[in-house]
């Protein structure tokens, strides 16, 4: 079974600064893929960034990139130019091939981030 | 507009009482998924479906029965609702690794 840990519950950063979240996760699947998706109040889950791990270089979305060591099992998300709107919870998700044709999302328990004017 | 849609949106059941929430996508994908979020848990697999016609269990299936008939919809069954179901739920599809979209959720009470 695979296991996925935000060791930051809450974090803050300014408006404009850069502030990073982290991920790990454990498994001894070889194929699978790896997500940070948004959550902001409205409650909706938003897609932010995703890594296939067969993928060395590290994905990048605008001001979304990540930090991506398949070695370390960790996936971390940097947020650059932090704005207002990026106000949300933050959850980092992994997605493995389970061997019957199925993907099914395994997801940490979320960091909070709130970015202060 | 293309996505998911759930419904309803908000549900206050009493203890025992059985109902449906509804889940289709217009997507044409294989996956789809039912998730309960709790208060710093996550979200937590419920059932999910490869296919018309496959479902199978997640990580918290008591209580609850899915089906498949058809690409578009996945309904999410509860059976006799308790109060440790009280949650919100989202219903999720995806093609085959390229990221899943997701629901608006339904926020479920049950007094």
């Known amino acids: 079974a695979q296991t996925v840990t935000q060791s930051q519950p809450e974090m803050s950063v300014q408006e404009a600064e850069t502030v990073t979240l982290s991920c790990t996760y454990d498994?001894?699947?070889?194929?699978?893929?790896l997500f940070w998706y948004k959550q902001p109040p409205s409650r909706q889950m938003i897609l932010v960034i995703r890594?296939?791990?067969?993928?060395?270089q590290n994905a990048t979305e605008n001001r979304f990139s990540v930090n991506f060591q398949k070695a370390a099992k960790s996936f971390s998300l940097k947020i650059s130019d932090s704005q207002l709107g990026d106000t949300a919870m933050y959850f980092c998700a992994f997605d493995a091939y389970s061997g019957a044709g199925s993907y099914q999302l395994t997801f940490g328990k979320g960091t909070k981030l709130s970015v202060i004017p | 507009n293309a996505g998911v849609t759930q419904t309803p949106k908000f549900q206050v059941l009493k203890t025992g009482q059985s109902m449906t929430l509804q889940c289709a996508q217009d997507m044409n994908h294989e996956y789809m998924s039912w998730y309960r979020q709790d208060p710093g848990m996550g979200l937590r697999l419920i059932h999910y479906s490869v296919g018309a016609g496959i479902t199978d269990q997640g990580e918290v299936p008591n209580g609850y029965n899915v089906s498949r008939s058809t690409t578009e919809d996945f309904p999410l069954r509860l059976l006799s609702a308790a109060p440790s179901q009280t949650s919100v739920y989202f219903c999720?599809?995806?093609?085959?690794?390229?990221?899943?979209?997701f629901g608006s959720g339904t926020r479920l009470t049950v007094v």
């Open positions: 890594q296939e791990a067969y993928k060395q």
């Open positions: 999720a599809s995806s093609y085959s690794g390229t990221g899943y979209t």
């Open positions: 498994t001894s699947e070889n194929n699978y893929y």
